[in-house]
């Protein structure tokens, strides 16, 4: 058990920087950053922020989601934002990453793993550094779990989470989702055999334009025991969670007939509040259906990746299953025509390391 996480090193905001210069700025420390490469901006801030105080000291890994949809205008941001990318870090290497197979199934999870086992973390590395802001669930999460378990097995490396966050933008990014629903790899644990009737509880996060997908994870197990939808509350915008409770009325009402008393609520700028919520949920199914039935919690994270890397951390921690379906292409249209709305939110933790001595895992 990582009895630190509830309370890991958590910085937001300006307290980011403020806390990356002081920790980077030892010149014993080696960085290599993961993060995509992909058409949305928000890969660039976190690239930004550590080379201009590490330099020469940063490498990185930059992941390109190559998907069969993708528009000629997408590819184009995409490359330019690729060269940015190369320019900012120098000691950088691109993984391209087909998601698809040639049959349409959602391979790009499992491509990315071995494509990060092929080029493991070179020894000299002090800290790994996971930038989620534009890297998909289905990358994304992959490339988490692997890398912690790097580096909690390394005697002397911190691993570090870094979002850089925007709701307002991924409302107006509209996508394409597959029709393939599926685990997200190394997030569909082998529950064993029990005696007991199984109980699968399932936790979706309610996202702007997502309803259709949801929808779609929601009727593939035919009858679930509960259905815990996530709000984002509180929100930057104090009217969120409302707008999406009216957005899907017809779902929460007629189809998957909640009980208000379900809705789970989770910040949408700190992911412990997100991880703790979640944490405290199956604590709470475990005791209520002891010796009755096996609970099992399924998470579909959608939307806001502050509340995704805390649903993440609860699904490593407590070995919950992750189902999603995989984007075919994103439309990028909307959002350049959008007026100028509210700055990034950055997060940062430390998930695991030297820094927490006496709290390694157990």
């Known amino acids: 058990m990582r009895k630190h996480w509830s309370n890991c090193i958590t910085n937001f905001d300006e307290d980011v920087a403020i806390f990356a210069d002081d920790y980077f700025n030892d010149p014993s420390r080696r960085v ?27 490498s990185a890994f930059y992941i390109r989601e190559e998907r069969p949809g993708a528009s000629e205008e997408l590819i184009k941001r995409a490359d330019e934002n690729e060269a940015v990318l190369k320019a900012i870090v120098p000691s950088s290497t691109i993984f391209r990453i087909d998601v698809f197979a040639d049959d349409g199934a959602p391979v790009g999870g499992a491509r990315l793993v071995a494509r990060m086992l092929e080029n493991p973390i070179p020894d000299e590395v002090t800290d790994v550094i996971l930038d989620m802001s534009a890297l998909s669930i289905g990358i994304g999460f992959p490339a988490a779990k692997l890398l912690l378990e790097e580096c909690e097995n390394a005697e002397a490396r911190s691993f570090h989470l870094m979002i850089a966050s925007n709701p307002e933008l991924d409302d107006v990014i509209s996508s394409m989702s597959s029709s393939r629903i599926s685990p997200v790899k190394g997030f569909a644990p082998d529950v064993g055999a029990s005696g007991r009737e199984v109980a699968q509880i399932w ?160």
């Open 203 to 362: 936790i979706p996060q309610l996202a702007r334009g997502k309803a259709n997908t949801l929808t779609q994870i929601g009727a593939t197990p035919g009858n679930w025991y509960k259905i815990c939808p996530v709000l984002p509350f509180p929100a930057r915008n104090p009217r969120r969670a409302d707008d999406l409770l009216t957005e899907y009325q017809n779902e929460l009402v007629n189809e998957w007939e909640i009980d208000p008393r379900d809705i789970v609520y989770a910040s949408e700028k700190n992911p412990l509040d997100c991880y703790r919520t979640l944490s405290t949920l199956k604590q709470r199914f475990d005791r209520t259906m002891a010796g009755t039935y096996e609970p099992r919690m399924v998470l579909s994270p959608l939307g806001s990746k502050v509340l995704a890397a805390g649903a993440m951390m609860a699904a490593i921690e407590h070995g919950m299953s992750v189902q999603y379906v995989e984007t075919e292409s994103y439309d990028f249209g909307a959002a350049e025509s959008a007026p100028d709305g509210p700055p990034d939110m950055l997060v940062h933790l430390i998930l695991s390391g030297p820094l927490y001595g006496g709290y390694a895992s157990e």
């Open 32 to 58: 290599l950053l993961v993060a995509a490469a992909g058409f949305d901006p928000r890969s660039q801030p976190v690239s930004k922020m550590l080379a201009d105080i590490l330099g020469d000291r940063l």
